[in-house]
């Protein structure tokens, strides 16, 4: 290489950097005695042992390194490296004298106590190289509390909501298990989901029936929008009675005597024994039956309550009254009697007391089913439809009856002629509907078919049945309203 060089910018070849960083090192070693003055006998510091020139001439120190020379004498160059700083006299600065202002280069304030030969030829790290193990702790503290919040989803208040696994470690990822979303943590219920309620059909009703004239009474249910008919109760002894709770769900049946619980799809259970009548309360939990016992000349009657699930039966009160003399009517009029209830009859009215009906008594007794008291009643208790609007009034000439609808203030509406005897007049649910036993003699028989009549459209009444052997109908799923 060859040319002159600047005086106030000296430059050196790259390859000789670290032996010219060497040599400045060296010279300043040299020449601190001149500067600072030190004492005649102090001996120089021992260097270590190098293979590099040690002439003091700089011309000889170039020529030694085949460098070329300035063609003008000057003072020692002056660097930008951070070893040394040149003064303007041409005298070296000391770098750790705290006397002279900050000389630093761009390469910052650290870098001047850097030296390569205890550090190495290595630089110092940038602030991001820095920053990077910080973001690396930072991105698996978030993975940490990702896992934390997905086991929380699928947690619920027994566990897991699928299978049973073991708990995944935070030190490794976690298995991946798919849980189904239908299994997520259900909600805890605040109580016993309420069972909804049963749906009928609009004609849809439970009566007594026989398959012949001779046969024994069985229990029916039927949607007489449909042909399909089921039997609910049958037995050699017949069927005398039965009541049906008002919610539609459950029944109970009176079978040579005793009381049997009609759940369907179960077989019959029997609740008591004896008894001669019942009727459900309004909360289709509990009946109340009568039971009449023979006492000499007296008759006892015990107004009972049974428990439809458990069948524990209790005692009401006991009424005694003189044995009465019973004496049968005409077969039309005795199967009228019969379809409304026959000689012992219960009904349970809407202000919560138990009335009861003994043919041959003196006396219609009402109960408090509470503390047991009665008192007499001046009449049998009357049906009004579900709403409590209006009642059908029922009027006999003959063998005809005339069915009339009446309101609260007695004013007459629809109204209607049959021929035949009416009995067991019930309610449809929708107030405007009512079923009815009507019985015919012919031939010298009876002859009873259940008939339903629309008070809305005007129509006669239509038939539901034609056997001649249909009574005692209610609808399924309403309750009849008997105001004392």
């Known amino acids: 290489m060859s040319g002159n060089f600047d005086d106030s910018t000296p430059r050196w070849p790259e390859r000789d950097q670290r032996e010219r960083d060497q040599r400045e090192r060296d010279q300043r070693e040299r020449d601190r005695p001149e500067l600072d ?76 106590a850097w030296d390569p030969r205890r ?16 973001l690396i702790g930072l991105l698996l503290a978030l993975t940490g509390i990702l896992v934390v919040l997905l086991a929380l989803i ?50 849809e009703m439970v009566y007594l029936a026989r398959s012949t004239a001779s046969s024994p009474i069985r229990l ?25 709770a008002p919610d539609g769900r459950v029944g109970a049946a009176i079978i040579d005597g005793r009381a049997v619980a009609l759940v369907e799809g179960e077989a019959l259970r029997t609740l008591t024994d004896p008894v001669d009548a019942l009727v459900f309360a309004d909360d289709s939990t509990v009946l109340y039956g009568l039971r009449i016992v023979r006492e000499g000349a007296n008759d006892r009657a015990e107004v009972l309550t049974i428990e439809f699930d458990s069948g524990v039966t209790g005692v009401i009160t006991t009424i005694t009254y003189p044995h009465p003399q019973i004496v049968a009517d005409p077969k039309l009029k005795e199967a009228q009697f ?12 809407i202000d919560g007391y138990v009335v009861a009906y003994i043919t041959g008594a003196p006396a219609i007794y009402r109960i408090d089913p509470e503390d047991g008291s009665y008192t007499e009643a001046e ?50 649910g929708t107030n405007n509907e009512i079923v009815f036993t009507l019985g015919r003699l012919v031939g010298g028989g009876v002859r009873q078919d259940l008939y339903v009549w629309d008070l809305v459209d005007g129509k006669e009444p239509s038939a539901l049945t034609s056997n001649a052997a249909s009574f005692g109908a209610e609808w399924l799923g309403v309750l009849q309203s008997w105001l004392p």
């Open 37 to 112: 003055e030190p004492e005649p006998n102090e001996p120089p510091p021992d260097e270590p042992e190098r293979n590099e020139p040690n002439s003091d001439d700089p011309e000889d120190y170039a020529r030694e390194l085949n460098l070329p020379t300035p063609d003008t004498e000057a003072g020692e160059p002056t660097t930008s490296l951070g070893d040394s700083t040149s003064l303007g006299d041409g005298t070296a600065r000391d770098p750790d004298d705290p006397s002279d202002p900050d000389t630093t280069d761009e390469r910052g304030p650290d870098d001047e």
């Open 220 to 244: 029916l249910r039927r949607d007489f929008t449909t042909t399909v008919e089921a039997i609910v109760a049958e037995d050699d002894n017949g069927v005398v009675d039965y009541a049906w």
């Open 119 to 134: 550090h190495g030829d290595r630089r110092r790290p940038t602030t991001a190289e820095q920053a990077v193990p910080w």
């Open 379 to 428: 009449r049998r208790p009357i049906l009004w439809s579900p709403d409590q609007r209006k009642r059908i009034d029922v009027s006999e000439s003959g063998t005809t009856t005339t069915l009339t609808v009446r309101d609260r203030a007695e004013v007459a509406g629809a109204s209607v002629t049959v021929s035949g005897l009416v009995s067991h007049v019930r309610w449809a």
């Open 154 to 203: 699928f947690v619920g208040p027994e566990g897991v909501a699928s299978e049973a696994t073991p708990s995944p470690s935070f030190s490794a990822p976690p298995t991946a298990t798919p849980v189904p979303i239908a299994t997520a943590t259900p909600l805890p219920s605040a109580g016993p989901t309420a069972t909804p309620p049963p749906t009928f059909g609009p004609l």
């Open 338 to 349: 019969a379809d409304n209830g026959g000689i012992v009859r219960v009904w349970s009215t």
